[in-house]
């Protein structure tokens, strides 16, 4: 079992910035990696970024890439969502979650969820 923790987020308003971070604990070798991921009142839930748990390898989302990073402390076992030149439309809950690779056949995309934190950017 693996547990996501998340803190951060809050009220800022258009250009300014935020940092989330998703503290992992418990059984975290067998993590394939983190993702961030958000979902905006009635509307899908949006990738936003990965981090592989064992190697570093980021990818960002096209849509935020040029104002987003994620990023990872591995003595604190920890990753960040730094989030720049923030816009109304970035406006959701931001999740973090993992897959568990000794679950592969569960059929679940993701294994484990961060309590989800609200950002809201104010114009």
């Known amino acids: 079992q693996v547990q996501l923790v998340q803190s951060g987020g809050g009220l800022v308003q258009e250009g300014g910035s935020l940092r989330l971070s998703c503290a992992a604990s418990?059984?975290?070798?067998?993590?394939?990696?983190i993702d961030w991921i958000r979902q905006a009142a009635g509307k899908e839930r949006d990738f936003i970024a990965r981090?592989?748990?064992?190697?570093?390898?980021?990818t960002v989302a096209d849509s935020v890439k040029d104002r987003f990073t994620i990023s990872r402390d591995n003595a604190k076992n920890t990753v960040y969502l730094q989030m720049n030149s923030l816009k109304p439309e970035d406006t959701a809950v931001y999740y973090c979650?993992?897959?568990?690779?000794?679950?592969w056949g569960n059929g679940n995309e993701y294994d484990y969820w961060g309590q989800g934190t609200q950002v809201t950017v104010s114009s």
């Open positions: 418990g059984r975290t070798l067998s993590l394939l990696a």
């Open positions: 979650a993992a897959k568990d690779t000794t679950l």
């Open positions: 981090i592989t748990w064992s190697g570093g390898r980021t």
